[in-house]
């Protein structure tokens, strides 16, 4: 395949693992959203926080979605390279309270379109709460 | 002050960086522009090619910025830590057209909120041309 193409066939497929991440942060699946990271990832969730390194600390991160309920919507992504940077929300219902949240999440990805790098750039200004 | 307060201020600072940077690219004073980067920062547009690096690189490339005419936008901007994310719109007029192209930038600052790296995460399909 020419350069262009294989460039074009990534942004599909990192397309596709956001599409996926937030399907699965929806489902409340931790299992599903650590399959899409390659072994040695990072998350820096919010960024300028001490990074989660490797399957384990990743899959100790994302359980406490394990028993929330949550629906996403992505609002917007732009993917060059192998790095996407998208804007989308989480609407969280935790029993009497409804939790929202926007951030925008930049990730860059291997050559398989799988997840090396996550910073989810927010702030607590960026959490409402109505319920 | 707390850390707390620190790390208010900076962000504070880094949104004034983001919003001066764009007042910059709208008014096509690369100078301008150039003076919100540190000396040693450096510019990847779009993510994915070959970064400019220093002062002198990144000057060249906003100086086909200079006798262009562009409006600006900011949409949507995140900061967490030293890091800030912004989807924005510049539309510019070329004599009889008039192209719009709306990317998330990703940025890095130092502690006086001085860009010290730059990704630009759009691709040929996020500019529209009209006219």
């Given at each position: 395949m020419s350069p262009e193409s294989t460039a074009d066939l990534l942004a599909t497929r990192i397309r596709d693992t956001v599409t996926r991440y937030l399907d699965a942060i929806a489902s409340g699946g931790s299992a599903d959203i650590v399959a899409l990271?390659?072994?040695?990832a990072t998350v820096e969730d919010?960024?300028?926080t001490e990074p989660k390194t490797g399957r384990d600390q990743i899959a100790a991160f994302y359980?406490?979605?394990?028993?929330v309920r949550n629906t996403t919507e992505l609002l917007t992504v732009r993917v060059a390279g192998n790095v996407a940077a998208f804007h989308f929300r989480v609407v969280t219902e935790t029993g009497d309270k409804t939790v929202t949240i926007d951030p925008i999440d930049v990730m860059t990805f291997d050559d398989q379109a799988r997840i090396t790098s996550m910073r989810a750039i927010w702030a607590p200004a960026d959490v409402s709460s109505s319920g």
């Open positions: 990271y390659a072994d040695d919010p960024a300028g359980a406490a979605l394990d028993n």
